[in-house]
């Protein structure tokens, strides 16, 4: 009997099913697996899987401490563009040291499929918190602080993240927030090269506007997507909605964002003018840092605090 990754569930999994294999879980349908030993590692439970590839909670034998295994396929392996960005991944997230950047441990291959290994971090992401309702102001605020500090050491090495989205933070058993997936990552200096069929890369809920312009981008368009990410989980819903995919993009460039103070009557004036700045259409127009940006959302923080102190008085 293996337990489900997901749910925890008892699951029977018949002895010859081929090794990294899984069969649904009969009570949730997440994918489970018999444990199999790869190298040095141990992997026992599927963390989440795609099209790509696979992310496998694993244990490190050699250094006894429980990772997250993240492998592709073995065609994925075939493809240039997948493997450049499978490169650029491991790269530059190994280049940055930040409690809240997840850190790679190493990057290899077995049996012509590629795999990088790194801290684990399963305890769900920013989205998944969303899909249960809207994010508690506070814990809002605490997650926009960390990414801005994530991201102001990121540009201290020269990096863009560019998909910064609710699904690209995870949470790990301490709660700590987690900034993962460098796939897109590009030198800050210097403009961006769109492809021949102008191609924006992102992801449409939370795509800066200079992006669909097909202007430069700076770490300003990474605080566009944060502060786009922070509206959502703090509203329960993105900046912009739209029945196609042209329309919510170009509503990022032309439509006035609805202030989240105005969306939800509870969130206060700080928090609502601190997202909103980041927001703003125009680069020039957001916060000149993100120095500026951590101490907005601090101040917020605080203010927050304050309130709730002084209602708990009465």
């Known amino acids: 009997m293996v337990p489900c990754g997901a749910c925890n569930a008892k699951n029977f999994i018949p002895g010859d099913l081929p090794p990294m294999e899984t069969l649904p879980c009969t009570k949730c349908g997440h994918p489970v697996m018999i444990p199999v030993r790869m190298r040095q590692f141990e992997l026992r439970a599927v963390i989440a899987s795609g099209g790509m590839g696979t992310v496998f909670k694993a244990y490190d034998l050699a250094l006894t401490r429980h990772v997250a295994l993240k492998m592709l396929k073995k065609e994925m392996a075939e493809d240039k563009e997948v493997m450049e960005a499978f490169y650029r991944e491991a790269r530059a997230s190994a280049s940055l040291n930040h409690t809240?950047?997840?850190?790679?441990?190493?990057?290899d291959e077995y049996e012509q499929k590629p795999y990088l290994v790194m801290e684990l971090a399963d305890q769900g992401s920013l989205d998944s918190w969303i899909t249960r309702g809207r994010v508690p102001e506070l814990n809002v605020l605490d997650i926009g602080i960390k990414m801005a500090s994530a991201l102001t050491t990121a540009l201290k090495h020269n990096l863009l993240h560019r998909d910064?989205?609710?699904?690209?933070i995870l949470f790990?058993?301490?709660g700590e927030p987690k900034l993962?997936?460098?796939?897109?990552a590009r030198s800050a200096e210097g403009d961006t090269e769109y492809s021949e069929d102008n191609t924006v890369w992102g992801t449409p809920d939370y795509?800066?506007?200079?992006?669909?312009?097909q202007e430069p981008e700076t770490f300003h368009s990474d605080m566009y997507s944060l502060c786009a990410t922070l509206y959502h989980a703090l509203t329960g819903r993105p900046p912009f909605e739209a029945e196609t995919t042209e329309a919510l993009v170009q509503a990022h460039v032309d439509q006035p964002v609805l202030a989240p103070m105005d969306l939800v009557q509870d969130i206060t004036k700080q928090s609502s003018d601190a997202i909103l700045i980041g927001l703003n259409k125009l680069p020039k127009d957001r916060f000149a840092t993100y120095d500026d940006l951590h101490m907005a959302l601090?101040?917020?923080r605080s203010q927050l605090l304050i309130q709730r102190y002084s209602s708990a008085e009465e």
């Not at 993962?180 to 897109?184: C, I, Q, T």
């Open 180 to 184: 993962v997936d460098f796939g897109l």
């Open 298 to 300: 601090e101040a917020a």
């Open 172 to 174: 790990n058993s301490e």
């Open 100 to 107: 809240n950047i997840i850190h790679i441990y190493t990057f």
């Open 207 to 213: 795509v800066a506007p200079e992006k669909i312009r």
């Open 164 to 168: 910064i989205k609710p699904g690209n």
